[in-house]
């Protein structure tokens, strides 16, 4: 039979430009993380990719501060493991409490309805972060079984305290699930401390690794309600039962890990062992505040109260008049760097400002605020 | 709150062996490849992230032989675009046929009763394939919606013929699905001409790209089909209908993609285009027949019939009294060399060799076929 070359296009060289990438992620991953990617390979059981896969795990659990033994990196990218976190907590029929005061509080909506649950969504405006009071009314009404909350809004820069939180959990018998994606390795975080069950995140953020893994920890309560389950979870690929074997002493075969990412987020996780992690969360607090004052000696202002305000990433406001969308193509085709738009409730009234992990540095700081007042005062 | 250093461990720089990768996958990555995986980013949203995207689906179509709309890469492994198969094809409810001849078909069965299916087994010993009357008389008596069949099993290095399927399955309105994890790149695949609907694979395999994403491909049956449904795909990250518009004109955003990998399976499929599909089939095949002559000549057998053997991967029969996982860890700890043993019905009794993409060389073969003499005849 002949070979068709309807599709046998002509390429080139792989040629990208030099971009700056200073939106809500991914960010820029650190030129070690990118010489770790292209290291030669190793086998996906080969003794020496396990003993990687141990240190991963440890690194892991010094970024969130956790001891739960299940700490691994999803074999894809910070929505994977979200789905994952879902997954394995809900079975249908079960009250889920989820805090929507952004974008991805919707998006766990979505996931836990898919998998049979009864939602019930606590809103906020966003922005804001929900308070004790808030949460304990909505709980006393659906009495969850599982209560989702997003520590660091990606579409809103709002930071939600989680101090309290277990406590509540604790009344209603109930799961603590957070969203961690634009916090880990960037902002503070104590899993333990503060009682969460599950996090997820991505390694595309404050990690200063490139998209494609997603850190997941699943705490002790979890996998108690895991063992106990009457149906297997409805997802093969993220079903942690069989990904845990795998990750864990008996190194089941389940999946081929992604050897090379992990490579890379071995290299990322070094990197934030070496600058020790509070020395990391202050850089980050640094080099924000270098940016809010910034910003507002340009007469722009803020989306989120300073309070809960994420260091890693800022919503500011689009003033009057001004094209939003117009303003982030001038600075990607003029000067190479990626701010983003606003999502959902904020379209087209802020830009989010992304300063992550390897980003996260003063010259950065000042190269965004000289492009951003030539291209707003020409 | 003080930082615990109970998980900061200490870490040197990586410096993996020098692994020669002749098992069952992942193979070796070009060097080529390699490369690529470490090119400075551009944002997910980037224009030119858009056009590398646009390349990649009409490369994964050519590889495939394949005019279907949504031919994409999946933001996981295999194993992800394999459940993401299922997941849009099948409904609760529906009847599923799936060839059990080895532990892929099995899995199929796993994930299709995963997701509410009524899953009936074709089985056949493990090596072997199925032939159309034996296809039909279980059609005949399940009736099934969709039929899933392994093309390339990589725990046997059986290959399923699928000439005249297309047909039984317009007989019986059912949508065929088969994994081409280890034949996509590698062996002959028309997936247009033999009518098939749906197809995934892996990157780590005949494609010569470290593992992290899974090539799926949906025909127009599946599109239609999925737009039927009357519940939407109770998987977030795999659902189609979701992702395709991240894929398509539309540029929806759904998750973040691995850029990197996504760098690094451009740069494999334009190595594809640049050989020749043909010319790179051929390949496989004449160094198939190089490994499989030095094999019977140092008095060992093939597991596969020669008619239905993958060039890409073959089962080796271990010889009575021979130890198989000690001879395989030979290999490792004295000559750098990965090669495999037997899954499920085969642990023990067979090695799987793999000669794919990259590593499909005569002089790996050279190197595998003395290092073997040397480890049976010490």
């Known amino acids: 039979m002949p070979v068709s070359d309807a599709h046998r296009i002509q390429t080139s060289d792989l040629d990208t430009p030099p971009r700056l990438l200073l939106g809500p992620g991914p960010s820029n991953a650190h030129p070690r993380v990118l010489r770790a990617l292209s290291n030669r390979q190793v086998g996906h059981l080969d003794p020496t990719f396990i003993h990687l896969m141990n240190e991963v795990q440890s690194l892991l659990k010094y970024a969130w501060q956790t001891e739960n033994p299940v700490t691994i990196?999803?074999?894809?990218?910070?929505?994977?493991a979200m789905e994952a976190a879902v997954a394995n907590t809900v079975e249908s029929g079960d009250s889920v409490l989820v805090g929507c005061n952004g974008y991805f509080g919707e998006r766990m909506v979505d996931m836990a309805s898919r998998y049979g649950a009864s939602v019930t969504r606590m809103e906020a405006a966003w922005g804001t972060a929900f308070d004790l009071e808030t949460i304990r009314t909505a709980m006393e009404s659906c009495r969850p079984q599982v209560l989702g909350l997003v520590h660091a809004e990606t579409s809103t820069g709002a930071r939600q305290?989680?101090?309290g939180v277990r406590d509540l959990c604790d009344e209603f018998d109930c799961l603590l699930i957070i969203d961690t994606v634009t916090s880990l390795g960037g902002v503070e975080l104590f899993l333990d401390e503060w009682g969460v069950d599950a996090a997820y995140s991505g390694t595309q953020k404050c990690l200063s690794c490139p998209p494609g893994l997603g850190p997941l920890t699943l705490g002790p309560r979890v996998l108690e309600r895991l063992e106990k389950r009457s149906r297997p979870v409805p997802n093969w690929y993220l079903d942690m039962s069989l990904v845990g074997k795998y990750w864990g002493s008996e190194r089941t075969y389940h999946h081929t890990a992604p050897i090379n990412m992990n490579y890379g987020l071995r290299e990322a996780l070094r990197l934030i062992a070496e600058e020790d992690l509070e020395a990391r969360w202050e850089r980050h607090r640094t080099n924000a505040n270098l940016?809010?004052?910034g910003l507002a000696d340009l007469g722009l202002s803020c989306h989120v109260?300073?309070?809960?305000?994420?260091?890693?990433l800022t919503t500011v406001r689009v003033p009057d008049g001004v094209d939003s969308g117009q303003v982030a193509r001038t600075l990607l085709t003029e000067y190479n760097i990626e701010i983003a738009g606003g999502l959902g409730a904020l379209a087209g009234k802020v830009w989010r400002v992304g300063l992550m992990g390897f980003n996260s540095r003063p010259e950065n700081v000042m190269l965004l605020l000289a492009a951003l007042k030539n291209v707003l005062h020409r």
Do not use: C, F, Q, Y
Request: proline content about 14%.
């Open 305 to 312: 109260d300073k309070e809960i305000r994420l260091p890693s």
């Open 73 to 80: 990196p999803v074999s894809g990218t910070g929505s994977a």
């Open 161 to 163: 305290p989680l101090e």
């Open 291 to 293: 940016l809010w004052d």
